[in-house]
């Protein structure tokens, strides 16, 4: 049987301007969304879930948990790229942030961490969670920007191109026996 990692990305937050974003919880639209997710998860058995420590991903791990039956695991270092003392930008500003964000990883352009400083975290976390659980396909809910660089760094699919199709919620699948990425899933 095929063994796979599937990233997820958190479903849609209630924004609340003054605080920030990663104590952010799901909005009622963002439940029901999280509910459609969980159903397209069924065609690739998940057995494991782990979810960053940040509220919407949690609640979103939450509903695909108990769709499966799965016990949940928190680690807090899945949490997305560290933009706590970041305000809230608008829509345009906070894009052009994440594309300098993507375009000078070594420097801190955006937020606590640079994209090499997110990356390296994420990815030793990603990858202790597939060492402790080699023989099982493992859903790791978790956050755009790092899902992003994850994939990109394995599969050469451009950083800023994906996280700009990243929806909320969506999913990337990875086949662990060859590594490579094989579904990219938004419509839900």
Same mark, same amino acid.
């Given at each position: ?11 849609? *937050? !209630? %924004? @609340? ?5 990663? &104590?952010?919880?799901?909005?009622? /639209?963002?439940? +029901? #969304? ?11 058995? *998940? !057995? %494991? @879930? ?5 509220? &919407?991903?949690?609640?979103?791990? /939450?509903?695909? +948990? #108990? ?12 949490? !997305? ?17 994440? #594309? ?12 606590? !961490? ?75």
């Amino acid at each position: 049987m095929r063994k796979y990692l599937i990233l997820v990305k958190h479903s849609l *937050p !209630e %924004i @609340i301007e003054d605080l920030p974003a990663n &104590k952010w919880k799901l909005s009622k /639209e963002g439940q +029901a #969304r999280a509910q459609r997710l969980a159903e397209l998860l069924n065609r690739y058995q *998940p !057995e %494991i @879930i782990v979810s960053s420590s940040e509220p &919407k991903a949690v609640e979103t791990a /939450e509903i695909i +948990a #108990r769709k499966y039956q799965l016990e949940l695991h928190v680690i807090d270092d899945l949490h !997305e790229h560290d933009r706590s003392n970041a305000p809230y930008l608008s829509k345009d500003e906070f894009q052009t942030s994440i #594309r300098e964000f993507f375009q000078k990883p070594d420097e801190l352009v955006f937020g606590r !961490e640079t994209a090499n400083q997110a990356h390296a975290r994420f990815y030793r976390a990603v990858h202790s969670i597939l060492n402790s659980h080699a023989n099982n396909t493992v859903i790791i809910v978790t956050h755009g920007t790092v899902i992003s660089m994850f994939v990109s760094r394995s599969t050469g699919i451009s950083e800023l191109l994906l996280w700009s199709e990243l929806g909320l919620p969506s999913f990337v699948v990875i086949d662990l026996q060859s590594n490579t990425l094989i579904a990219r899933e938004n419509n839900i």
